[in-house]
């Protein structure tokens, strides 16, 4: 049986034209393992370290660090948990051992309900991660995405996306996000709370714009 718990809700706003405030969504999933989901900036440390003992675990207890993506704001305290095989994008690492195949079609399952999927699109390697969570109306789809989605406010405004993504990507990242929306009920986006996923939302997504 599999828990989701954002410790931090992540956020970003701009401050001038040169200055943006912003940390990451940083989420702890318990389950058969315990892991964690983006681990903020190097500034986070302690209050990281804390917010995990309030869940009654040390940062050795915890099994998988995934970083959405290798940017700075979501793999700040990594070395906090050198008990864990670190998936940081589509990278996955444990020492100095890299496991070029663990990530096979686009897909690795960590444990029972939890499965870390590609993502491309803010970055080329971005991944996602799907956790099964069994409620009492049934099983629900949380899947903690990064960046792929800003804020819940992206989907009303793609620009918010599109402004911080790679140009390049972004028919690819436009791809991904229906294809996250159509797979999640709920979504823990990189810089934001967590928010359900409505009808409207997929509807919005598969829109031409
Ligand atoms: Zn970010």
């Known amino acids: 049986m599999n828990e ?17 405030d912003a940390n990451c969504s940083c989420t702890l999933i318990k389950g058969q393992k315990n892991i964690i989901v983006d681990t903020m900036t190097a500034w ?3 209050r990281l ?18 970083c959405t993506h290798s940017h700075s704001d ?6 906090l948990f050198i008990n864990a095989e670190h998936i940081v994008g589509q990278c996955v690492q444990s020492g100095t051992k890299f496991y070029e195949k663990r990530i096979k079609d686009g897909k690795y399952k960590l444990c029972e309900g939890v499965t870390v999927i590609a ?14 969570v069994e409620t009492k109306d049934g099983k ?24 911080l993504g790679t140009i390049e990507l972004q028919e690819v990242q436009k791809a991904m996000r229906s294809h996250v929306l159509d797979l999640a009920n709920i979504i823990i986006p990189g810089h934001g709370p967590m928010f359900p996923v409505t009808e409207a939302m997929k509807l919005q997504s598969k829109r031409v714009d």
């Open 49 to 66: 370290v804390e917010a995990l003992h309030k869940q009654n675990l040390d940062p050795l207890d915890i099994h998988y660090v995934v």
């Open 4 to 20: 989701v718990i954002v410790l931090f809700d992540g956020y970003s706003k701009q401050l001038d034209d040169e200055t943006m």
């Open 119 to 132: 993502t491309p699109g803010h970055t080329a390697q971005d991944v996602s991660v799907l956790v099964d």
């Open 140 to 163: 629900l789809v949380y899947t903690i995405t990064g960046d792929l989605f800003e804020k819940e406010e992206d989907i009303e405004d793609p620009s918010i996306w599109k402004a």
């Open 74 to 79: 979501h793999i700040g305290n990594n070395n």
């Open 44 to 46: 986070d440390r302690e």
